[in-house]
């Protein structure tokens, strides 16, 4: 409780001799200023506050920090007070309803962009395999905030939702129902984060979804002779150049390229063997993943330049410390841009008008199970690719693997063949049986 005892006068030098009391917090009055006090905490924090009554009712209003709040503000700010007091008014309530009007303008600033840095930061970063966190932040920056990146969350409704997917589906459907489920989780966690009210969810009301085919696209011959000539002359790095054979000649998912270590690489035995949680059917089996690879394949990763203490076979970004020292590299999670870059140098996609039915990594990974069955070799693509299904091969004797090995290499060796020009596929009768038209 503050006293005459303890009074001080208000000016700066008094202020700062005050000592905290570990004990508890301090007050001490300022004769003249009615109600002014200097308030010490234990902790040493000196702030001005105004004890004063409202309606019967002891209060204290803190006016400012000391010595952000100089002893001559102080005076102006205690004036100002006993001005509402006075007329009825109480500081303190004006004091929240400020603070809750501050509040309204930062979640009415808050944009749909700025929930997006959130939620790829706290969502997707932290609960989704390193393939999705890759697809998820290429639809948000391609879809998601050039169409609603600068509307204000709270403000965004079906309508918005529902025009931006329904010029996303005039041209690839399929990709307009990846884009509605991202936006509705976002929109999920936009309510979990207070940013909109519960059940405001704009993208629950937009029931319409794309219909969905199975995808069978794989590459013919003629655009594996194509897609050969455009590597050949591609300004891609290295890495990335090597990342697309690993898809074409091994059958890697996107993913699986993408978080590859070099650790995981077996050259000598020709093999690359991915531990169970870095797969996409480790889960299931409980087993790891063993990637044969063909001779061409082995070349292009004894060839492919390493970078010093980097672990990926594909390496992303550095992280630096504030001298620059690097700290940890991370994976290349921007394989689209590339693929879509190549594919239209290959000739296999228009620049301005993409659509479902231009080839992407998946569709590298499918062209070698499709190359596979065109050389009568289908019984073992399956093990190749790694699909969880049981087969002769899940008890994994020298013959097997030596017949796997074997099917690995006649499969990169036709399709490298091709990508080198090795092998012409307008001369050469095997392989698929239709050569100038695209495989659906």
């Known amino acids: 409780m503050a ?4 009074a001080i006068k208000l000016n700066r030098s008094d202020v700062l001799a005050l000592e905290a009391d570990p004990s508890g917090n301090r007050f001490y009055p300022v004769p003249g200023y009615q109600g002014l006090c200097v308030q010490v905490t234990k902790g040493g924090t000196k702030s001005f506050v105004l004890r004063y009554r409202f309606h019967g009712r002891q209060k204290i209003h803190t006016l400012g920090i000391f010595p952000a709040m100089t002893p001559n503000e102080a005076k102006k700010r205690h004036s100002e007070a006993w001005t509402k007091i006075n007329a ?11 603070r809750q009007a501050a509040a309204a303008a930062k979640h009415a600033a808050f944009t749909v962009e700025d929930l997006a840095s959130r939620y790829i930061s706290d969502h997707i970063m932290v609960n989704n395999k390193l393939s999705w966190q890759t697809e998820a932040t290429r639809l948000i920056n391609k879809h998601i905030i050039p169409a609603l990146g600068k509307l204000p969350v709270k403000e965004v409704g079906p ?60 590459l013919s011959d003629l655009e594996l002779k194509s897609l050969g000539a455009a590597l050949r002359r591609s300004k891609e790095s290295h890495h990335v150049l090597a990342a697309v054979r690993l898809a074409l ?78 700290i940890r590299w991370r994976p290349f999670i921007g394989l689209q841009n590339p693929i ?22 998946h569709d590298l990974r499918r062209t070698f199970a499709s190359v596979g069955s065109d050389l009568g070799l289908k019984g073992f693509m399956g093990e190749l690719l790694g699909h969880a299904e049981q087969t002769v091969t899940d008890v994994y004797t020298r013959t097997a693997a030596q017949r796997l090995k074997e099917t690995a290499e006649t499969v990169g060796a036709r399709i490298n063949g091709i990508l080198t020009g090795a092998i012409d596929p307008e001369k050469d009768e095997t392989g698929s049986e239709v050569k100038d038209k695209k495989a659906t």
């Open 88 to 98: 009825g008014i109480d500081p303190n309530q004006v004091k929240a309803e400020e």
């Open 249 to 326: 000649l091994a059958g890697m998912r996107k993913g699986e390229i993408q978080g590859l270590l070099w650790d995981w690489v077996d050259l000598k035995a020709a093999e690359i063997r991915l531990p169970a949680e870095e797969h996409k059917t480790g889960k299931k089996t409980g087993k790891a993943r063993v990637v044969h690879l063909c001779s061409a394949l082995v070349d292009v990763l004894k060839a492919l330049p390493k970078i010093e203490d980097c672990p990926y076979v594909v390496p992303g970004l550095p992280e630096r410390d504030d001298d620059g020292k690097v």
């Open 159 to 218: 309508a918005d939702v529902s025009a931006m997917l329904f010029k996303i589906r005039k041209k690839t459907p399929t990709q307009a129902n990846r884009v509605r489920a991202v936006l509705r989780t976002m929109f999920g966690r936009a309510e979990e984060w207070e940013h909109r009210t519960l059940g405001s969810n704009p993208v629950a009301v937009v029931k319409q979804r794309s219909p969905e085919k199975k995808r069978e696209r794989r």
């Open 3 to 6: 006293s005459s005892e303890n």
């Open 340 to 361: 879509e870059r190549i594919r239209e140098a290959a000739g296999l996609a228009k620049k301005k008008k993409p659509t479902d039915d231009d080839p992407g990594w």
